[in-house]
């Protein structure tokens, strides 16, 4: 009964959230490998890229230009669902449950959706505004690091209630930032970390209001500390 009881406290939306990252990429391997699409499914993964991405070409035509059409607007929200490769959609899968399942059972299933999809149009935002160039945004990272700023701010409530280092509870985040860092030096940088970055802030910013006792509870922690 335990696995059951395991599988029964993700969050049914958490669920939903993965099941269409691998959906997405179960279509696109079948188009890869020739299975559907015809001769044309080969460059189906570009064609999405091209179709749901996002970059800061978009983001000029939606602000500057006052283009608000639904081609461009649902670029904010869709971009995480194409991925560049197999291996990446196996990791933002695999934290989306596992964030998930932390976050859920804190805030709430409904309250971590709000997270994802406000990281990915902040993150979405922050890439329009400071990445240079028309290099395309895509993959699903950008939500993780909002699930992740959310699990951080729920770990640091953890830690002051224990008396512990609260510093402690951005271990995650330092970590990944390093493991970016290295292999930023090695093969080279691409401007999707500012999302990446974007979303974490939107994550734990967003949980200030979103956990339990929300922005007052916040405000009573700060004026109790030394």
């Known amino acids: 009964m335990q696995p059951e009881r395991a599988l029964n406290v993700i969050p049914p939306v958490v669920i939903a959230l993965t099941l269409l990252i691998l959906g997405v990429e179960g279509l696109l391997q079948l188009a890869d490998a020739g299975f559907i699409g015809g001769p044309q499914g080969v460059g189906w993964r570009l064609a999405a890229i091209q179709e749901y991405g996002f970059s800061s070409r978009v983001f000029d035509r939606v602000v500057m230009q006052g283009d608000l059409s639904f081609d461009l607007l649902k ?54 505004l400071l990445a240079s160039g028309n290099y395309p945004l895509f993959g699903g990272f950008t939500p993780v690091y909002g699930l992740i700023g959310a699990y951080t701010y729920a770990l640091w409530l953890q830690q002051a209630q224990a008396g512990e280092n609260q510093l402690l509870a951005f271990r995650l985040i330092g970590f990944l930032l390093g493991i970016q860092l290295v292999f930023g030096l090695i093969f080279g940088s691409t401007p999707a970390w500012i999302a990446e970055l974007a979303g974490f802030v939107a994550g734990f910013g967003l949980s200030v209001l979103l956990a339990p006792g929300g922005w007052a509870s916040f405000v009573s922690r700060m004026r109790q500390r030394p």
């Open 75 to 128: 670029r904010f929200v869709t971009y995480p669902y194409v991925n560049g490769q197999l291996t990446q959609v196996a990791f933002c899968a695999a934290l989306t449950l596992a964030l998930g399942k932390f976050t859920g059972e804190y805030y709430g299933g409904a309250r971590v959706l709000v997270v994802y999809v406000a990281s990915t149009i902040f993150g979405a935002i922050a890439f329009g």
